[in-house]
């Protein structure tokens, strides 16, 4: 069965420091890959998306991932991070020209920044 | 202001009874869906609903019924069936099956 997997559950930086939050999915075929992120109180809302192309995406708030297909990996960073960006991560992974019930969500991922 | 509203955002109900949670949209969209999210677990998809008088089974559906009687709603009600009925309800909606999905507030549901 298709899987995603977000193997860090909380991660602790302090303001500046660089961000890799990671992402690997289970399947071979073609895929459609999102981050979402939760902030405490607010909606969950789309980071960035990738469907194909250029495997490098830019997000919202200066996010991007690159999508590696060779690692099924799809890892979000952030060269320099604030305080506001203190939320819960969430990756999925869509299987395309599917039905709904192939979007699959990863665990996510506490993120926590000390000012 | 197009959005997505779930209501209440926090209820309470005793165990043995249905409860009904509310989902409205305003911004069109022909597809709607309902997750559970869990901590440690991620969101999980219960129904999903490709167009109005449609819905089909996601991952989770047991336990749980919906209806799709207006393309502006798509409410979910959680029975007596559910075995493990307290947690988080998220709604959502996009414009098709193949497009970015746009989240609510959330309600939050404790069966005491």
């Known amino acids: 069965a298709q899987s995603v997997s977000q193997h860090n559950h909380h991660v602790i930086l302090s303001e500046a420091a660089s961000l890799e939050l990671g992402c690997n999915y289970s399947?071979?075929?073609?895929?459609?890959l999102f981050w979402y992120v939760q902030y405490p109180g607010q909606h969950l809302q789309l980071l960035l998306k990738?469907?194909?192309?250029?495997?490098l995406v830019k997000g919202i708030k200066g996010f991007e991932a690159e999508f590696i297909k060779s690692k099924f990996s799809f890892n979000l960073r952030k060269p320099s991070v604030q305080w506001s960006d203190t939320a819960e991560y969430f990756c999925?992974?869509?299987?395309?020209?599917?039905?709904?019930?192939?979007?699959?969500f990863g665990s996510g991922t506490r993120l926590s920044i000390r000012p | 202001d197009g959005g997505i509203t779930q209501s209440p955002k926090y209820l309470f109900r005793k165990e043995g009874q249905n409860v009904t949670l509310s989902c409205e949209q305003n911004?069109?969209?022909?597809?709607m869906y309902w997750y559970r999210q869990d901590p440690g677990q991620g969101l999980r998809l219960i129904y999903y609903?490709?167009?109005?008088?449609?819905?089909q089974k996601g991952d989770i559906a047991e336990g749980y019924s919906v209806s799709r009687e207006k393309k502006e709603s798509f409410p979910l009600t959680v029975t007596s069936a559910q075995k493990n009925p307290t947690a988080f309800y998220l709604c959502?909606?996009?414009?098709?099956?193949?497009?970015?999905?746009?989240f609510g507030p959330g309600t939050r549901l404790t069966v005491l």
């Open positions: 959502a909606s996009s414009v098709g099956l193949q497009d970015e999905q746009f």
């Open positions: 399947y071979g075929g073609t895929v459609n």
């Open positions: 990738y469907f194909s192309g250029d495997p």
């Open positions: 999925a992974v869509k299987l395309p020209y599917s039905s709904a019930s192939k979007i699959i």
């Open positions: 911004l069109n969209h022909d597809a």
């Open positions: 609903s490709q167009i109005v008088n449609d819905f």
